[in-house]
């Protein structure tokens, strides 16, 4: 079903700004390099997710005959979630107004954190090699899934994806000090995270995954995409004390389709 996915990870707001003083354009040759990374480092975790394990023996610590149930959660919903993610960061207008330098690091950067913690998830995968609870009983033509239990993907990427989004929203929505601010801050934080752990507790009951699976899934993706966050936040507060933050954008919107490979840049004048 994976296979099937023609997903598209992210249509964001890239902006280009001008220098206030100098007048000069933010170089754009980095921001494709760092694209081409992410880009490089999503198609290397699809790789490591469609190849068997790296060890010789699979482990098989827990019982392994539990039987096989479809995804609750599809992959297919996880994507169009981290799509509405990115766009909604990349176009609500957030305390430095719209489409600003915030608008798209942080667009830029949940989708930086979504890959890398796909790509950390399915290395750890394929090192500890653990059968799933339904390893039995899982069905030949996905056999080489059957036993990349340890930690959970579905899990990871949900984390990954209240991690940041709710980073986001507690450092540019809305201000402390006013209590309707602070009460929906709240409100996107439980909100978040007890649909992320809906997704680890579909990822149990649908005999996919032991609960330490879940748990070490969370970690990952909750670590990745705090550490890609702070850096996103870092590149802003140096433009700001450096006095580069633009007083004009230029909208460009990048479309990333890894399915098949392909990316076009139109910018809108």
Same mark, same amino acid.
């Given at each position: ?187 996107? @934080?439980? +909100? &978040?995270? *007890?649909? /992320?752990?809906?997704?680890? %507790? ?5 005999? #996919?995954?032991?609960? !330490? ?5 969370? @970690?990952? +993706? &909750?670590? *990745?995409? /705090?550490?890609?966050?702070? %850096? ?5 507060? #140096?433009?700001?004390? !450096? ?27």
């Amino acid at each position: 079903m994976f296979n099937k996915l023609i997903l598209t990870i992210a249509t964001i707001c890239f902006c280009t700004f001008t220098n206030a003083n100098a007048g000069e354009s933010l170089k754009l040759a980095p921001e494709l390099g760092e694209w081409g990374l992410t880009a490089a480092v999503f198609y290397t975790a699809r790789k490591i997710d469609k190849i068997p394990i790296w060890t010789s023996l699979s482990s098989s610590k827990g019982t392994t005959d539990r039987s096989f149930h479809e995804n609750t959660i599809s992959s297919s919903k996880l994507y169009a979630a981290a799509g509405v993610a990115a766009l909604g960061i990349g176009f609500i207008p957030n305390n430095n107004g719209w489409l600003k330098e915030s608008n798209y690091r942080h667009s830029k950067g949940i989708v930086e954190s979504l890959s890398a913690t796909y790509l950390v998830t399915n290395v750890m995968k394929n090192i500890a090699g653990r059968k799933r609870p339904s390893f039995d009983n899982y069905p030949e033509s996905d056999r080489v899934d059957a036993d990349k239990s340890f930690p959970s993907g579905h899990t990871s990427i949900s984390f990954g994806l209240a991690t940041y989004s709710t980073l986001y929203v507690f450092d540019h929505i809305g201000h402390w000090d006013r209590n309707v601010d602070k009460a929906g801050k709240l409100l996107y @934080l439980t +909100g &978040s995270h *007890v649909l /992320a752990a809906y997704v680890g %507790y579909t990822r149990v009951i649908d005999n #996919r995954h032991f609960v !330490s699976d879940v748990i070490a899934g969370g @970690l990952v +993706g &909750s670590t *990745v995409s /705090a550490l890609v966050y702070h %850096y996103q936040n870092n590149c802003i507060s #140096r433009s700001e004390s !450096s006095g580069n933050v633009s007083k004009k954008t230029l909208p460009v919107l990048l479309s990333f389709n890894p399915f098949p490979a392909s990316m076009s840049l139109t910018i809108l004048f």
